[in-house]
């Protein structure tokens, strides 16, 4: 399929703001990304927009609505193994949520969330829709655990420079499986010998072990956001509780680093995010 983009730009968003309502990144927080590669941003989704992304998902998850990937297509250690078995059909993402509902369009045009991926990528931003743009669910009783890996290792860009943006729909902590991330290891180069065949990194490797010491859980509250380098290592465990976690994920380019053709990575349309509303006379 020949590479599209959407341009959705002239789209009006309900209770978008103005860039000068904005919280932007501090030169703090810009220089800590470029160092650490990740960012948590506090609040970027309101109480009311969890609310209704909660909604949506708990929806098509009890109708099993639109495209979905199974625990079981996983691989991953904890997955049921047949669709006969107890948790077989256990969903751990709802894919193309970008389409699920207006609400993640309404979110990811306000500026408060665009404005920040723009200090980060640059002024023109694009949204891949072949990648995460998802609804990550982890369940109580049957979900994986996914070793640590980088983003970029399955996809095919002219840069490795796009980053993600995961809502936390509720609180993430150790016990629920939340992301654990390394700091800096975004600027690593991983030669294959340290990766297993499906490009995980092997943590039974001694050469592995300083990297894997640096490891840091990432405890995210509702409405919480990380923001993370498409390099960065990052892991998650199994959901140790009784509820079920629900986080949403998209991912960013700058207009100039396109998917490289007939790749998994330009199998699908992208979104061309609405430009900055400049306050006027600048
Ligand atoms: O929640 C998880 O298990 C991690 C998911 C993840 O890192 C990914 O899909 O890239």
Same mark, same amino acid.
């Not at 256990?90 to 699920?100: C, E, G, K, N, Q």
């Not at 991983?190 to 990766?195: K, V």
């Not at 297993?196 to 894997?212: A, H, K, P, T």
């Not at 290592?233 to 998917?259: C, G, I, M, Q």
């Given at each position: 399929?020949?590479?599209?983009?959407?341009?959705?730009?002239?789209?009006?968003?309900?209770?978008?703001?103005?860039?000068?309502?904005?919280?932007?990144?501090?030169?703090?927080?810009?220089?800590?990304?470029?160092?650490?590669?990740?960012?948590?941003?506090?609040? &970027?989704? +309101?109480?009311?927009?969890?609310?209704?992304?909660?909604?949506?998902?708990?929806?098509? $998850?009890?109708? %099993?609505? *639109? @495209?979905?990937?199974?625990?079981?297509?996983?691989?991953?250690?904890?997955?049921?193994?047949?669709?006969?078995?107890?948790?077989?059909?256990?969903?751990?993402?709802?894919?193309?949520?970008?389409?699920?509902?207006?609400?993640?369009?309404?979110?990811?045009?306000?500026?408060?969330?665009?404005?920040?991926?723009?200090?980060?990528?640059?002024?023109?931003?694009?949204?891949?829709?072949?990648?995460?743009?998802?609804?990550?669910?982890?369940?109580?009783?049957?979900?994986?655990?996914?070793?640590?890996?980088?983003?970029?290792?399955?996809?095919?860009?002219?840069?490795?420079? &796009?980053? +993600?943006?995961?809502?936390?729909?509720?609180?993430?902590?150790?016990?629920?499986?939340? $992301?654990?991330? %390394?700091? *800096? @290891?975004?600027?690593?180069?991983?030669?294959?010998?340290?990766?297993?065949?499906?490009?995980?990194?092997?943590?039974?490797?001694?050469?592995?072990?300083?990297?894997?010491?640096?490891?840091?859980?990432?405890?995210?509250?509702?409405?919480?956001?990380?923001?993370?380098?498409?390099?960065?290592?990052?892991?998650?465990?199994?959901?140790?509780?009784?509820?079920?976690?629900?986080?949403?994920?998209?991912?960013?380019?700058?207009?100039?680093?396109?998917?490289?053709?007939?790749?998994?990575?330009?199998?699908?349309?992208?979104?061309?995010?609405?430009?900055?509303?400049?306050?006027?006379?600048?």
């Amino acid at each position: 399929m020949e590479h599209q983009i959407v341009d959705n730009t002239s789209q009006t968003t309900p209770d978008a703001g103005s860039v000068t309502d904005v919280e932007m990144l501090s030169d703090a927080q810009l220089a800590q990304f470029q160092r650490e590669g990740f960012l948590v941003v506090r609040g &970027l989704g +309101s109480p009311e927009i969890c609310r209704r992304m909660r909604d949506v998902a708990q929806r098509d $998850l009890e109708a %099993v609505t *639109g @495209s979905v990937e199974y625990e079981i297509d996983t691989g991953y250690p904890g997955a049921p193994e047949s669709f006969a078995l107890p948790g077989g059909r256990t969903i751990r993402r709802l894919l193309a949520a970008h389409s699920r509902d207006m609400i993640f369009t309404d979110w990811m045009s306000q500026p408060s969330v665009v404005e920040p991926l723009r200090q980060l990528l640059g002024p023109r931003l694009v949204m891949p829709l072949a990648h995460h743009n998802c609804v990550m669910t982890k369940q109580p009783r049957f979900s994986s655990e996914t070793g640590w890996h980088q983003d970029i290792r399955y996809w095919s860009f002219a840069r490795p420079e &796009l980053v +993600s943006l995961w809502l936390a729909l509720g609180s993430e902590c150790e016990q629920n499986g939340c $992301l654990s991330v %390394v700091p *800096g @290891s975004h600027q690593l180069e991983l030669g294959p010998e340290r990766l297993d065949e499906r490009l995980f990194l092997r943590d039974d490797l001694q050469e592995n072990q300083e990297l894997l010491e640096r490891r840091i859980p990432v405890i995210l509250e509702p409405g919480d956001a990380l923001i993370f380098h498409c390099r960065m290592l990052h892991a998650a465990s199994r959901n140790r509780t009784d509820a079920v976690k629900l986080s949403v994920v998209f991912t960013f380019r700058p207009e100039d680093n396109p998917p490289i053709p007939n790749t998994r990575s330009a199998s699908l349309p992208e979104m061309l995010l609405p430009p900055s509303v400049k306050p006027a006379g600048e």
